[in-house]
Each structure stands twice: as C-alpha cells, then as structure tokens.
C-alpha cells in the first residue's frame, strides 16, 4: 500500500511533528507539508521523503490560513492508495485526496476548545470582533472539509471527546507511538525536567512561580517556540521573568533529550487540558516519575501514585507541594516502564495496520 503524510508544518519539531514522522518512517510513506527544517528532522532521527507543497508566512494567523488552504486545494491525483492526516490545519487535505484517514491530535484548539482561552490571553481587546469572524469561518471550513474525511481516528478519549463534540464525528482512539525502547534510566541528578512548546496553554509559567520558591531546587525547561511574533513575545517573557535555578533549552535533538529525560529526578507537565500528551509517556519510559495537572490526556497516562502525582486544580503553589513530597523518584522506576510500554511504537503500528485495512 503507498501512503502519503499530510502534516501542517515541519520547522518546529515537537511531539506532533514526531509522531508523523514516525507514521512516514513506519508506513515508507511520503510527507507533505508547508514547511520542512530537514536539519532538525535529520537530528531527531528521521530521514523522510519530503514535498513541500507552497510558500506560507510566519506570523499568525496568515501562517495557518494559507496553510489550510494549500491542503485544501492539493491534489496528488490519485497518486497514493492512502492518505493520512496528522495535523489540526491539514485535514483540507481530504477535500480532493482520497481515500483518506486524519489521525487527529485535537480539532483546531485555538478556534474550538481554547477559543475563549485564547481570546483572553493571545488577542488585544480591540481586535475580539475580528477573532470572532475569523473563528465563525474556519469552524464552517473545518467542519465541512471534516465531512470527507474517510476514517477518523484520534490521539486519546479526550480528543474523541472533543471531536464528537465540535464536529459530531466518531472516532476511534489510537494512542500515539513511543519508541520507548530507545529511552533508558540513570539515577536520579540534580534537576527536574520540563518538555513543551512555550506556549501560554502549557502554563509554564505557573512552574517558574514554582521554582522561584524552591531555590534549592532546578529546573531544565526543553521549550521550543515558533518564530510568529506572537510566539517570540511569549517565550521573550518566559526568559526575562525565570528565577536563576530554572534553566531554558530552546531545542534540543534527539540524543540530547533521551539524556535529559535519563538523569532528571522527574517530569513537570502543566498544560491546559493536553490532547494525549507525548512528554509523561517519555518520562516513564526514562524510568521518571511525572507530575501533572488532573486532567486531558494525563488522566490516560499517568497513574496518580504509582507513576507520579496528578493534582487537581493545580496552581503554583500546588505543584511546589507535590515536588517537595516526590523525595524518591527512583522508587517509580519499574512502575513507570511498564506503564510505558502501553504506549509503544509496535502497538501503535499494530492497530494503525489494522485500521487501514479494514
């Protein structure tokens, strides 16, 4: 069966872009997008047949409009037996290619979930009406493109969830791949770890409050961030506003992560309602506990007292209680690694098969 990736864009290489790269590698499928660094690709491990498929800007929202456009109107004529969309902005991509199945992190947070969130925190109050338009219009474009899509499967029960909600389709969860057997343990160093895109919805900001009362204590913040002027203003605040024992990396390769995530005492992990969330799977395949807020994807993955501690409502103040009472993350270890292995590359390759051949 040849297979094509469809993937919103490959510059900034996170969890999402990861996992379609893994589908590429696993299926000897080709990968389109907008944008490719094939320099960050190559040192996270992969080596794919990339096709660019048109120029698009950088700053939002122009970045992802045209983005959403170019799949819609790609046509590769028929040239794949399968097409599979991975990404929130490509599901266009079912317009004209067929048959297809998005693999669904999460329909557009920004426009469904996180509307009211982002409008809050990301949008001047003088520009609400524009938003407001611009959200009206992509929800009308998503759902209808969402229509010709021919399987729809999903990252976790939180983005079924989501999906059944906003655009009243089943989905079946298909957990994303891990390749857990490339993780290894070491004993616990000096440093707590924290792995996410610096992005207001992480709320990594709410763990520099942590740590700025934990002085004694470090934390090492992996935050990669795309170069859209308003994702440097965030990250500028996330760099002029850390304490002294919190340490920022922008992006690290693959190597240098597996390294990380070896030698930590343990993961933190904050966001908002996370759609699956790759970092705690990581974490415990590192044999690491992880701490996290009670709720999203994390609630699939973690279990609370066993491989870490979920805390409900989380604020700063919760968070520095849970890393004062986590005084032994070796204990963790086995329990975290089995755990793990529920996510694995080879289970995900498994059913992802089985779905494509239905």
């Known amino acids: 069966m040849k297979l094509a990736v469809l993937h919103n864009f490959m510059d900034n290489i996170g969890g999402a872009e990861v996992v379609g790269l893994i589908m590429a590698r696993e299926f000897d499928a080709d990968v389109y997008s907008t944008v490719f660094n094939e320099e960050k690709i190559k040192k996270m491990g992969f080596s794919p047949r990339c096709y660019p498929i048109g120029w698009i800007p950088v700053n939002a929202p122009f970045r992802q409009q045209l983005a959403l456009a170019r799949f819609r ?45 982002t409008r809050q925190n990301s949008v001047s109050p003088h520009s609400h009406f524009i938003f407001d338009a611009w959200v009206r219009f992509n929800r009308m474009l998503t759902s209808d493109y969402v229509k010709k899509v021919t399987k729809l499967t999903c990252s976790s029960k939180n983005a079924r969830n989501r999906i059944w909600k906003y655009l009243h389709r089943e989905a079946r969860v298909i957990y ?5 057997d490339k993780y290894y343990n070491n004993a616990p160093g000096n440093y707590w ?67 990380l995530y070896a030698n ?3 993961l933190i992990t904050t966001a908002i309602d996370e759609d699956f969330g790759l970092t705690p799977v990581e974490a415990m395949a590192s044999g690491k506990p992880v701490i996290a807020a009670a709720e999203g994807g994390y609630l699939e993955t973690i279990i609370d007292g066993k491989t870490g501690f979920l805390i409900d409502d989380i604020n700063a103040i919760k968070l520095r209680e849970a890393i004062i009472s986590l005084k032994r993350p070796e204990d963790f270890r086995n329990d975290c690694i089995a755990q793990a292995q529920n996510f694995s590359t080879a289970k995900f390759v498994k059913t992802m098969t089985e779905t494509l051949n239905e």
């Not at 004529?77 to 199945?101: Q, R, T």
């Not at 994303?176 to 857990?180: D, K, L, Q, R």
């Not at 170069?227 to 240098?256: C, G, M």
């Open 73 to 117: 109107y790609l046509n590769l004529n028929k040239k794949y037996d399968y097409y599979i969309i991975d990404g929130d902005w490509a599901v266009g991509g079912a317009v004209k290619n067929a048959p297809s199945l998005w693999w669904a992190h999460s329909p557009i947070r920004e426009i469904w979930d996180l509307y009211e969130y």
């Open 176 to 180: 994303p791949p891990v390749e857990t």
């Open 193 to 259: 770890l924290s792995v996410n895109r610096l992005v207001s919805h992480k709320r990594v900001m709410m763990q520099l409050e942590a740590f700025r009362k934990l002085p004694h204590e470090k934390l090492i913040v992996v935050g990669s961030y795309e170069q859209s002027r308003h994702f440097l203003q965030y990250a500028q605040s996330i760099f002029a506003t850390k304490p002294e024992n919190v340490e920022i990396k922008s992006w690290v390769d693959a190597s240098e992560l597996r390294e």
């Open 264 to 266: 930590c005492r343990g």
